[in-house]
């Protein structure tokens, strides 16, 4: 049962990351964690998240746009340095309401609820078509525009939503918005895992290596789907994905769930 539902999960996610640039890890960090400790779970998702990204720019890396990954992709990973810091100093007890979930009680901090709300707010900036001007590839705009989501992403950990929001603003086609979204996620990923390397790998034994190649395969045969499909669908339907899932994840954060 372990196994099938990891793949189910890890198979779904990888698909839709494909389009939007973000999610794989939503979804797949809960399955981990119904197996295995909340730590080692992390850093699990962050090996198939990587090595998937990798698959990925194999698949459709002749599309990335170099000026986007380089600006975009370097300021977001040194802000999101900022926004780790910042989040450090916010108290875990900060929390802005509580309220019954069967027999748990859900806290949501402040910081949750506020990230939440934000990204309601950009999601339905996103579905809009009036709302659609695109921004000029300038190095300001990359520079401000990884900036922000790299920020954000420190500090709430979502950085994947910001960061797919503000490339589409940048008129890139479905392909080279994919492709350059892979790199910069890259640059993240392996930026987190140089961390979790020095403190939680140690922990993890060879147990954990057939449901990592179960999770590695279902999530390789997702982004294979994904490539197949993406002639079918055009920026506009990515448009309106991006923004759903961003509402989704928005709901989620302010009702204290993710």
Not at 106 to 120: A, C, E, R
Request: some cysteine.
């Amino acid at each position: 049962m372990d196994f099938i539902l990891i793949a189910v999960f890890a198979l779904i996610g990888s698909m839709l990351t494909f389009f939007s640039g973000f999610g794989l890890g939503t979804i797949l960090t809960p399955i981990f964690i119904l197996f295995f400790p909340v730590e080692i779970s992390i850093a699990l998702t962050a090996i198939v998240h990587f090595l998937n990204n990798c698959f990925k720019l194999i698949l459709i890396g002749k599309h990335l746009n170099y000026k986007v990954s380089l600006y975009f992709g370097g300021a977001g990973v040194l802000s999101a340095l900022a926004g780790a810091y910042t989040l450090s100093l916010f108290s875990a007890e900060n929390i802005l309401y509580s309220y019954s979930w069967g027999q748990n009680i859900i806290n949501v901090p402040l910081l949750h609820f506020i990230i939440g709300v934000l990204f309601i707010i950009f999601s339905i900036l996103e579905i809009i078509p009036e709302s659609k001007q695109k921004l000029a590839i300038k190095n300001s705009a990359l520079l401000i525009g990884g900036g922000v989501s790299g920020f954000f992403g420190g500090l709430s950990g979502h950085q994947g939503a910001l960061r797919s929001i503000f490339l589409l603003k940048y008129g890139l086609t479905k392909e080279s918005f994919i492709a350059t979204g892979v790199v910069i996620a890259c640059f993240i990923d392996v930026s987190r895992i140089s961390i979790y390397s020095t403190q939680f790998y140690n922990d993890i034994n060879f147990e954990v290596i057939p449901l990592l190649a179960i999770a590695l395969g279902s999530a390789f045969t997702g982004a294979m789907f994904g490539k197949r499909f993406l002639k079918k669908i055009n920026i506009r339907f990515m448009n309106i994905l991006v923004g759903v899932l961003i509402s989704i994840m928005g709901l989620l954060m302010i009702f204290g769930l993710i």
